[in-house]
C-alpha cells in the first residue's frame, strides 16, 4: 500500500499478515524519507500506483509538483511543475488508447498530462474555482469527472475539444426548489470527494454542505437517495470509497475523527468505526482482503477487518439463525475478558 | 489497576462487528491517555457509550422494523396533531417540517419517495421555509386551500387568489415560480401577481421569482425557531450535554417554548442538531459539536 503524509514523506506498507497475532504491525517496505534528495518539500496529497504493475507510481503536493517515481530506485522519473498547490491527480485505471494524468490545482482549469511525453497536452476550462477532485471513469476511459469549489461537478469527455459533457445538478432541473445561485450546482458547498463505484455506473460526492449524493454517470440525474447528515470540513480533497464484491454495496466516507460505513443504494447508516484521535482525511478499500485502511491527522494509518459471520445452521425445532458467538479467525481471537462484568 | 483499566476499554471498543488492529505506536499513546488523568477521559477519545442494543439488521432491505411496511402518511397525520392550532387562532394549516419524519422513519430515500408521491397525487404541498436550504414544510392540500380561502374572506384579492388556486395548484408541483411562467403559462396579469403577493401565497424570492409560500406563516417560523434554540440549550446546559428523551419530553418548557415540545424533539432529531443514540434506558440525546 503507497502512503503520502503531510510532512512530505511517502511510504510503502506491506499489507500481509504473516503473524497469527490478533495485533500486527504493517511494515514498511521502502520509503521516500526525508532525507532523500527528491522528497516533496510540502504536504503530500494524492499518491497512486501506475495502473498496470506497481514499478511506478504517481504522487502530487501543495509543493506545487507531481512527481512520477520508479518503485525501484526511489527517484523521480519525471517532474511536473504547476503554477498552484496540486489537490489531486488520477490516472485512468483502464485505460489502453491513452496514459492521461488528470491533476486538479488551485488553478479553475484541469490540466491532463501524458506520461508517454512528458508534456501536458491538454486543458479543460470550465470551472470557476479550484478543482479539488479529480476522477476517470472505471467503465469508459475517456470520461473523467472533475469536482470544484464552486459547487460544481462537471463531467467531461477528453476526446471532445468543447467543453464538459454536463453538470451535475442536485435538483435534476428543477429549478423551483433552490434559491436562484444555487440552480445548476451540485452541492451548497464546496465539493471535496468524488467516487466512481466499481461498475462506473454511479458516482458519489460529498460537499461541505454536510450531504452525499448519489448521481447516475450516465445522465448526471441526481439518484436522491438520501444519506442524512456527512458532517465535512473539510478545506482539501476527502478521499472517500466504496466497497468491491459485498452485497449490498458500502461506501466508506471519513467523517471528523470516525470513518462512516453506510449502504450505498439506500442511504442507511451501517456504523461508525472509531478508532482515530483526530480528523480522518482518507480511506481505502482494498478488495482482496476486503480491509478498509484509513489515515488521518493523528498520523496513524489503521486497517479495519471485518467479522467473519458464522454460516447459517439448520437445526430442527429452533430459528434457523445460527448461534449468537461469532466464530472468529484464530488468529484474530483474543484473550481479553468477556463484555458481561 | 490502570491495566484492568485498559482491558475494559479494549473488549469495549470490540463490541462492534468491525475489530481494530492496533500498532505500537497506537498501544502507547493509549496508555499515554490513560495516565494523563487531567486529559480527556478515554471514553470520550473513543467516544465509548452504553452498551448499544445491538440488532443484527439485513443492511438494503426496506424493512421498517417497529410499524410494518413505512407509511408516510399516517405518520404526518400523526405529527400534525402536535402542531399547535390554537396559537395561531386557527388561521394557520397544520405544518409538519420534512424533516420530523426522519426522525421517526429509518430510511429516509423511502420516506423521500413515498413522500413525492403524495405529492404527484395532489394531496400534499410542500413550502420552501426561507430561514434554512433544507427547511421544508409539508402541509395536506384541502387544509391549505380551506384556510387560505377562509383567511381571504371579504378581500379584494380574493378572486385572483381562487383563481391561482384552481389553476396553478392542482397542475403544477413545483415550490417556486417565475415571471415567464406566471404570465405566459398561467395568464396572469402582473396586478394580478402584485394582489397574490399581497395576500401572502406568493413571496419574492428574487427579480421576477417567487416562492410559493403559506399566508401568515411568519410567526409560525419565528416561533420555530426560537422554541428550537431554546430546547437544543436545554439539551446543551445538561451534565455531559446529553439527556434522556423520555426526559426531556416530560421537562418544563419555558416561556420562549411556544409549541409542543415533541414537536420541537422531531424536529432537532431530524436536522440532526442531536444525536441520538440508543441505549439501555431508552434514547439518550446528545448535543452535536460541529
Not at chain 1, 209 to 233: C, F, H, I, P, Q
Request: with cysteine.
Amino acid at each position: 500500500m503507497l502512503s503520502g503524509g503531510a510532512d512530505g514523506v511517502i511510504v510503502v506498507y506491506d499489507l500481509e499478515n504473516n503473524s497469527r497475532k490478533p495485533q500486527y504491525t504493517c511494515k514498511a517496505v521502502c520509503t521516500v524519507g526525508r532525507s532523500s534528495q527528491y522528497v516533496h518539500r510540502f504536504s503530500v496529497e494524492t499518491v497512486q500506483w501506475y495502473p498496470h504493475d506497481t514499478g511506478m507510481f504517481v504522487s502530487s503536493s501543495f509543493d506545487k509538483t507531481m512527481k512520477v517515481w520508479d518503485t525501484e530506485t526511489l527517484k523521480p522519473a519525471e517532474v511536473f511543475q504547476f503554477e498552484g498547490n496540486v489537490y489531486c491527480h488520477h490516472m485512468s485505471p483502464i485505460a489502453r488508447k491513452h496514459s492521461l494524468i488528470a491533476v486538479g490545482t488551485k488553478d479553475q482549469k484541469v490540466q491532463l498530462c501524458d506520461l508517454k511525453s512528458g508534456s501536458r497536452i491538454q486543458v479543460l476550462q470550465g470551472h470557476r474555482g479550484e478543482v479539488l477532485s479529480v476522477r476517470w471513469s472505471p467503465r469508459y476511459e475517456h470520461i473523467l469527472a472533475t469536482a470544484s469549489t464552486d459547487s460544481r461537478v462537471l463531467v467531461w469527455d477528453v476526446r471532445r475539444a468543447s467543453g464538459s459533457l454536463f453538470s451535475l445538478d442536485q435538483h435534476n432541473g428543477d429549478k423551483s426548489k433552490a434559491s436562484s445561485e444555487a440552480v445548476n450546482t451540485a452541492h451548497n458547498g464546496r465539493v471535496n470527494g468524488l467516487c466512481f463505484t466499481v461498475d462506473g455506473l454511479y458516482l458519489l460526492t460529498t460537499g461541505t454542505d454536510d450531504r452525499m449524493r448519489l448521481w447516475n454517470s450516465a445522465n448526471g440525474k441526481n439518484t436522491l437517495v438520501n444519506y442524512g447528515k456527512v458532517s465535512n470540513e473539510s478545506r482539501k480533497g476527502l478521499k472517500i470509497t466504496v466497497s468491491r464484491s459485498c452485497s449490498p454495496e458500502f461506501v466508506f466516507v471519513p467523517c471528523g475523527s470516525s470513518v462512516a460505513v453506510y449502504t450505498l443504494h439506500t442511504g442507511e447508516l451501517v456504523t461508525m468505526l472509531r478508532g482515530h484521535y483526530n480528523n480522518v482525511d482518507c480511506c481505502q478499500f482494498h478488495p482482496d482482503y476486503q480491509e478498509l485502511y484509513s489515515g488521518g491527522k493523528d498520523c496513524n494509518i489503521l486497517a479495519w477487518v471485518p467479522v467473519v459471520r458464522p454460516p447459517d445452521v439448520e437445526e430442527e425445532g429452533t430459528a434457523a439463525k445460527g448461534g449468537s458467538q461469532a466464530t472468529v479467525n484464530p488468529a484474530f481471537e483474543d484473550a481479553w475478558s468477556s463484555d458481561e462484568d | 489497576m490502570f491495566r484492568s483499566r485498559v482491558l475494559l476499554f479494549f473488549s469495549g471498543v470490540c463490541l462492534n462487528d468491525w475489530k481494530i488492529l492496533f500498532d505500537k505506536e497506537l498501544l502507547q499513546q493509549c496508555f499515554k491517555s490513560v495516565m494523563n488523568r487531567k486529559r480527556a477521559l478515554i471514553s470520550d477519545t473513543f467516544k465509548v457509550n452504553k452498551r448499544r442494543v445491538g440488532n443484527e439488521k439485513q443492511f438494503g432491505a426496506v424493512n421498517n422494523g417497529e410499524a410494518g411496511p413505512l407509511d408516510v402518511k399516517a405518520t404526518l397525520q400523526d405529527l400534525m396533531t402536535l402542531f399547535p392550532r390554537k396559537l395561531f387562532n386557527d388561521a394557520l394549516p397544520q405544518i409538519v417540517l420534512k424533516h420530523q419524519l426522519y426522525s421517526i422513519h429509518n430510511d429516509r430515500t423511502q420516506v423521500d419517495r413515498q413522500l413525492s408521491d403524495l405529492r404527484e397525487q395532489g394531496e400534499l404541498l410542500m413550502f420552501q421555509l426561507g430561514f434554512d436550504a433544507e427547511a421544508f414544510g409539508l402541509v395536506f392540500a384541502a387544509d391549505y386551500k380551506a384556510k387560505v380561502l377562509a383567511g381571504e374572506e371579504g378581500r379584494g384579492t380574493r378572486g385572483t387568489v381562487d383563481k391561482f388556486l384552481e389553476k396553478v395548484l392542482p397542475s403544477c408541483k413545483d415550490l417556486s415560480f417565475n415571471k415567464e411562467k406566471m404570465l405566459k403559462e398561467f395568464l396572469f396579469t402582473d396586478s394580478e401577481i402584485t394582489q397574490l403577493v399581497k395576500s401572502g401565497v406568493l413571496t419574492v424570492r428574487d427579480a421576477g421569482s417567487w416562492w410559493l409560500s403559506i399566508p401568515n406563516s411568519g410567526r409560525f417560523t419565528k416561533y420555530l425557531i426560537q422554541g428550537r434554540k431554546a430546547v437544543l440549550g436545554m439539551v446543551k446546559k445538561s451534565k455531559y450535554n446529553e439527556v434522556l428523551k423520555a426526559e426531556l419530553e416530560e421537562r418544563q418548557t419555558n416561556s420562549q417554548v411556544k409549541f409542543q415540545i415533541k414537536y420541537h424533539i422531531h424536529d432537532i432529531i431530524g436536522a440532526e442538531l442531536v444525536e441520538c443514540i440508543p441505549t439501555t434506558s431508552g434514547t439518550v440525546l446528545r448535543c452535536v459539536d460541529y
